[in-house]
């Protein structure tokens, strides 16, 4: 399994293992039977069901069948923070190449850049239900130029990885910000120990929560120690908690001081 080292804004190396191509070629296909499965059921509804004609009704088809086909993948990797269906199931996820998650920009980039499943999405508008299948076909052959960059990239990235700055890993090993930074206080007038906390930056916070994540995980502690010692170097500040209690200190009193502002 192929791994990428990416240092983070505290100058800490994490590893992502790269998703195999194998698994990046089944979610495709998982989510291309998605958008099939769409389209025939919408097809069905609207013109079996409803008895309209594409003919007369070619803008309205464009509207509820093309374009939620044309921007699932934009949509379900925000809302599904780096993955969609077929990327969910094979456990594989986009991040970004600062080892957190992609921004807006970065999705859209990715997004446009699927111009070879053009003709699958919007092709069956100019022919009958029967061409379809063509049109997959084409999208196939087009496809092609979308596994080349992939097999030949040191990261396995196609060419909107490369234009996005993103990559594909595993979700399962992946030390990204998925798990979210901010937590439910229980305690009633609480008292930060570490004010200082809020002079880091976003991309600090996600370091230390991604760090904290992957040792309860593995239950290698090391790493913790590593961003501990870097932490209270930025912030100079003493403390005699273990590496695990300091960085989990640290989250609570961002997380109380944060929504206090």
Sequence with gaps: ??????STALHIDLEFEVAAFHKRLLAYAIDLGVLVLYL??????????????????IGFDILVVSMPMFLYSLLM????????????????????????????????????????????????IVGDESMIIAYLIITAILGIGVVIPIAVSHKSQRLGD???????????????????????????????????????????INTIKSVLTQAQKTGNTEMCHRVEWKVKEVLSIRSNMSGTEFLEKLLTDYNYLATKE
């Design 77 to 124: 990797e925000l809302w599904m923070n780096g993955q969609t269906i077929g990327k969910k199931i094979m456990s594989i996820r986009v991040i970004s190449m600062d080892g957190g998650e992609p921004t807006l920009g970065q999705y859209l980039i990715r997004w446009i850049t699927k111009l070879f499943e053009w003709p699958f999405l919007f092709g069956y």
């Design 40 to 57: 025939y059921t919408m097809k069905f509804v609207l013109y079996e069901g409803l008895g309209i004609s594409l003919r007369d009704y």
């Design 162 to 204: 490369l234009a996005a700055g993103t990559v594909v890993v595993n979700s399962k090993s992946a030390m990204s910000v998925d798990d979210t930074v901010f937590m439910e206080l229980n305690e009633e007038n609480y008292k930060p120990a570490f004010p200082e906390v809020m002079r880091l930056s976003d991309g600090d």
């Design 1 to 6: 399994m192929s791994v990428i080292r990416i």
